[in-house]
């Protein structure tokens, strides 16, 4: 399983950084993604990392996804981060290398995920 850290309190504008560790070889031949939901909210699509790198549009330019094959390590930048950025954070991992950008946006897709971890961004 996986199991996302990082998270915290801030205030706005700040930066984070998450780390999850991911199965042995999602992240240097599979998928891998972040995906977030706020008290109330569905889980949404933030970034993946696989063929490409895919960001939803409310954090493209301000956060960064990476990978660490050899460390079986995944990464989520977040500069410049907002209330509105205020959830639960998980990072979720396949076996799979996905083909379509629709794909890596699904939850649904992703076999392996993590526990969450909780990110609140003051105003």
């Known amino acids: 399983q996986l199991q996302a850290s990082g998270g915290g309190l801030v205030q706005t504008g700040v930066s984070l950084k998450l780390v999850c560790v991911a199965p042995?070889?999602?992240?240097?031949?599979?998928?891998v993604g972040w995906f977030r939901q706020a008290p109330g909210r569905e889980r949404e699509f933030v970034a993946a990392?696989?063929?490409?790198?895919y960001y939803a549009d409310s954090v493209k330019g301000r956060f960064t996804c990476s990978g660490d094959g050899a460390r079986n390590t995944m990464y989520l930048q977040m500069n410049s981060l907002k209330p509105e950025d205020t959830a639960v954070y998980y990072c979720?991992?396949?076996?799979?290398?996905?083909?379509?950008?629709?794909?890596?946006?699904?939850?649904?897709?992703?076999?392996?995920w993590g526990q969450g971890t909780l990110v609140t961004v003051s105003s």
């Open positions: 042995a070889g999602t992240v240097s031949r599979g998928t």
């Open positions: 990392w696989g063929r490409g790198t």
């Open positions: 979720a991992a396949d076996d799979r290398t996905f083909r379509t950008r629709y794909a890596y946006s699904q939850a649904s897709e992703y076999y392996y």
